[in-house]
Every structure is written in C-alpha cells, then in structure tokens.
C-alpha cells in the first residue's frame, strides 16, 4: 500500500471514530477514559498537536469543536451527566501517574 492510500484510508477511520463517537452522546468521557484510556478530548488534543506540527495553529476550543461536532460548552450542556463515586474511583485507578 503507498503512502497516500494509508493515509486517506487513517483518515476515513479517524472520521468514522469520529462520527460515532458524536452520535454516542450517551457515552460519556469518563466511561472512555476508564475502558479504553482516551477520550473525546485526548482525541481533539491528538488532532491540534497533529496541526501543529504541519505548522498549523488550531486553539484547544477549535480542536474540541471538531471531535464534538459542536462548541464544547454546548455539548456539556446537552449530553455530560455527573461520574458517579465509582467512576471517579475508578477513573482515580486507571490514570496515568505523572513523571
């Protein structure tokens, strides 16, 4: 497979991912966080990090923006609930320490 290809079909996955996790409002970052080690907002911190290294200045906010599909205080509104005490232990577990 040639660069180009590989890189159009990353791209298609990165939309799908994307897409899915915009109509899975019902999933919330925490419960990603606690399966699967990453977020929505790891994954807006991937795509402005990505930006800036092709020298392209993208804010956290435009980052967000384009994972939620929406500005990230509006989806907060609409769809984040409260992490419940078990969540949060577990979130508290499986964290990264810092170095």
Same mark, same amino acid.
């Given at each position: 497979?040639?660069?180009? &290809? ?18 899975? &409002? ?54 984040? &609930? ?18």
């Amino acid at each position: 497979m040639d660069d180009r &290809t590989q890189m159009e079909l990353e791209a298609a996955a990165f939309r799908r991912l994307r897409d899915h996790l915009r109509g899975r &409002t019902d999933v919330q970052n925490i419960d990603l966080m606690n399966l699967a080690g990453f977020c929505r907002n790891c994954l807006s911190n991937w795509y402005r990090e990505a930006a800036e290294e092709k020298g392209i200045a993208l804010d956290k906010a435009e980052a967000r923006e384009i994972v939620y599909g929406m500005p990230y205080d509006e989806w907060r509104s609409r769809y984040q &609930t409260e992490a419940n005490a078990d969540k949060l232990t577990a979130f508290e577990k499986s964290r990264p320490q810092e170095r």
